[in-house]
């Protein structure tokens, strides 16, 4: 079973910049969707990046700009570069697996196969 480690989180003022990463246990799959999802007070899971194996990127309209994802897949590792932060990204942020198919941001977070324990986010 492939565990998830989330790092990076913190507090910020607005406009600053974190970089959070996502290390996996074990060998991921290059062909496998990994992606960032945040969960802020009082709201479910939201999408917020997403790489497919090919390198394809998927982005939550509001981070669009201001996020980057990307990985390391020989480092079996996944990064969100964070830049010009809001008061409104503050959330936990978790990094998940999908093994089959295409990424998938919406759906509240349903579909993936293994989450890590998030990271806190907080822009203030």
């Known amino acids: 079973e492939v565990q998830l480690v989330e790092s990076g989180g913190g507090s910020v003022q607005p406009g600053g910049s974190l970089r959070l990463t996502c290390a996996a246990s074990s060998y991921i799959d290059s062909t496998y969707c990994m992606s960032w999802f945040r969960q802020r007070p009082g709201h479910g899971h939201e999408g917020v990046a997403g790489v497919e194996g090919d390198g394809n990127t998927l982005y939550l309209d509001s981070v669009s700009g201001r996020f980057t994802i990307s990985r390391d897949n020989a480092k079996n590792t996944l990064y969100l570069q964070m830049n010009s932060l809001k008061p409104e990204d503050t959330a936990m942020y978790y990094c998940?697996?999908?093994?089959?198919?295409?990424?998938?941001?919406?759906?509240?977070?349903?579909?993936?196969?293994?989450w890590g324990q998030g990271t806190q986010v907080t822009v203030s």
């Open positions: 998940a697996l999908r093994q089959w198919g295409a990424c998938q941001l919406d759906g509240g977070g349903r579909g993936q196969d293994y």
